[in-house]
């Protein structure tokens, strides 16, 4: 009975290292579960509700914070990776809830300026507009690139079994494009008349030049668009009756813009340079709200500014280089004929 336990005994370690060398054998090829965790950017906020992200976005930068305010990790990427839409960017970080603070379109870009050098705190991430300054007060002259903010908290969760754990982050577009078009009305006075690039001048007077990390407005100090970008244009019509104008000639102005608030009230002025005088005062974000719609009516005016970026319009002007108000305003394609509004 002796010798029949001990054999029992023998036979029984003899399993369980089997066992155990089974158990390394089955498992050694097998890696450990890793999970990644990645950032998809959306751009989305946009008039047409599509995601033009990869297609207009040229950089990006995102911080990571802890819930107390910590940075945890800073990235950033650009060039052609951002144009292929299956991008994600990948974040070494735990799982855990986090603060991200997103600003596209900052890479060699130095007319936006960050809040800090080295941010360490969501409020080092502000972004404001280079400024000068000269004799006749503060000015941008620079044109602006695409700018674009996204805050939000994600969460990054840990599957079960490792693989990948995504986030998005929204993104909202801070930056327009104002052209503006100067036409002589169909009057005998102007026909044929042509307008030169040094007859007049454009400005917009803001106050919008710094947005917190949430893109929420910091300060209101006031300056002045400058420098806009000016062509003459002309078009030519084969009418047969006598006395009509067969060419229009104009001259069209563009300038971008840093972003419009409805709060606001950012002033067109157009300058007729002869003899200094101000041809146009218009309270720029007044108008362009008027021409939200029937359709687009419920849509907030913040939100509708935010969402389109790119406004034209068209004055006309009668033989002696004065807008002829009669002719209302063109605002992409809606007319609008301003009220005697007698503080513009």
């Known amino acids: 009975m002796k010798k029949f336990r001990i054999l029992c005994l023998v036979s029984a370690a003899a399993v369980l290292l089997m066992s155990a060398l089974s158990c390394e054998t089955i498992y050694d090829d097998i890696a450990p579960c890793v999970t990644e965790y990645r950032v998809k950017f959306k751009y989305e906020y946009n008039i047409k509700d599509v995601d033009a992200f990869h297609k207009e976005v040229e950089s990006v930068d995102l911080w990571l914070f802890s819930t107390d305010g910590r940075l945890v990790w800073h990235g950033s990427e650009s060039g052609e990776v951002l144009r292929n839409e299956d991008y994600r960017m990948t974040v070494p970080v735990e799982p855990g809830v986090y603060d991200a603070v997103v600003w596209g379109g900052l890479k060699d870009r130095p007319v936006y300026v960050l809040g800090a050098d080295k941010p360490e ?13 000269d004799v006749d007060g503060t000015y941008l002259g620079e044109d602006l690139t695409g700018l674009y903010n996204g805050f939000s908290r994600v969460v990054f969760e840990e599957p079960e079994f490792g693989g990948f754990s995504d ?14 078009m100067l036409q002589y009305y169909r009057s005998e006075n102007a026909s044929g008349k042509v307008m030169s690039p040094g007859d007049f001048d454009f400005f917009i007077e803001d106050s919008v030049s710094e947005m917190n990390y949430d893109n929420s407005i910091a300060g209101s100090s006031p300056f002045t668009y400058r420098w806009w970008m000016k062509n003459s244009v002309s078009a030519g019509f084969d009418f047969e009756e006598p006395g ?3 060419q229009v000639n104009g001259l069209l102005a563009e300038r971008t813009v840093g972003r419009l608030m409805a709060d606001r009230q950012p002033v067109l002025k157009v300058r007729r340079n002869v003899d200094g005088v101000e041809i146009i005062r218009l309270p720029l974000v007044k108008y362009l709200l008027m021409i939200k719609g029937e359709y687009r009516k419920k849509m907030g005016d913040q939100e509708f500014l935010d969402r389109l970026d790119e406004y034209n319009l068209t004055f006309f002007l009668d033989g002696d280089d004065k807008w002829y108000m009669a002719a209302g305003i ?3 394609s809606w007319v ?3 009220e005697q509004d007698t503080d513009f």
């Open 121 to 133: 705190s969501l409020n080092d991430l502000s972004v404001s507009l280079k400024t000068e300054s």
């Open 167 to 180: 986030v998005a982050v929204e993104l909202k577009k801070n930056t327009n494009v104002i052209r503006v």
């Open 244 to 246: 009509t104008i067969t």
């Open 330 to 332: 063109h605002i992409n």
């Open 336 to 338: 609008i004929v301003p």
